[in-house]
């Protein structure tokens, strides 16, 4: 049997258009706001094109819609090496209900952040963390080629966290 071909992947990834506004009210706070719009519709579909290969072609269609983001970030500036920093996150989904399924039933989401900076001559490093609260998606279907369930998405609520360690020279 032959496994050798070639693959060939078609798609057209979404433009994204940022504006943001950054200001510093008083001495060592810095403020910054963005809105983001991604242009998930533009993004429909991944082609798969397996020439010479036992694999079959394949298309997986998205049916994304379009997409907003609003950020919120501040940081303190505690001494010249150390800050503080939070940030809170609206992120809505691209996934229109009607194409959810219980392998990625994301809905819209609020994300919470802290972090710390800490400057040590070119040394730099940063500790972060996130919480990720996903709002609640129901009437989704599942058919397992027999039958069809109702599936629903409770919520849903992700920590993460993050360590940076930079050096320039």
């Given at each position: 049997?032959?496994?050798?071909g070639?693959?060939?992947?078609?798609?057209?990834f979404?433009?994204?258009?940022?504006?943001?506004?950054?200001?510093?009210?008083?001495?060592?706070?810095?403020?910054?706001?963005?809105?983001?719009?991604?242009?998930?519709?533009?993004?429909?579909?991944?082609?798969?094109?397996?020439?010479?290969?036992?694999?079959?072609?394949?298309?997986?269609?998205?049916?994304?819609?379009?997409?907003?983001?609003?950020?919120?970030?501040?940081?303190?500036?505690?001494?010249d090496?150390?800050?503080?920093?939070?940030?809170?996150?609206?992120?809505?989904?691209?996934?229109r209900?009607e194409?959810?399924?219980?392998?990625?039933?994301?809905?819209?989401r609020?994300?919470?952040?802290?972090?710390?900076g800490?400057?040590?001559?070119?040394?730099?490093?940063?500790?972060s963390?996130m919480?990720?609260?996903?709002k609640?998606?129901?009437?989704?279907?599942?058919?397992?080629?027999?039958?069809?369930?109702?599936v629903?998405?409770?919520?849903?609520t992700?920590?993460?966290?993050?360590?940076?360690?930079?050096c320039?020279?």
């Amino acid at each position: 049997m032959n496994t050798s071909g070639n693959a060939t992947l078609t798609a057209d990834f979404p433009a994204s258009y940022t504006a943001g506004l950054g200001f510093t009210p008083m001495e060592n706070l810095s403020i910054e706001f963005d809105v983001i719009f991604t242009q998930w519709e533009q993004f429909d579909r991944i082609e798969f094109d397996f020439s010479g290969s036992p694999l079959p072609d394949t298309v997986e269609d998205f049916n994304y819609k379009n997409t907003w983001r609003f950020q919120l970030g501040a940081e303190y500036l505690v001494t010249d090496a150390f800050a503080l920093r939070a940030g809170y996150v609206y992120d809505q989904s691209p996934i229109r209900h009607e194409y959810t399924s219980p392998l990625l039933p994301a809905n819209d989401r609020n994300l919470f952040t802290l972090g710390a900076g800490y400057k040590y001559d070119n040394w730099t490093f940063d500790l972060s963390g996130m919480y990720i609260v996903t709002k609640e998606r129901h009437g989704m279907s599942m058919t397992d080629g027999v039958a069809t369930y109702d599936v629903d998405f409770k919520g849903g609520t992700t920590w993460g966290a993050g360590l940076s360690v930079g050096c320039s020279f």
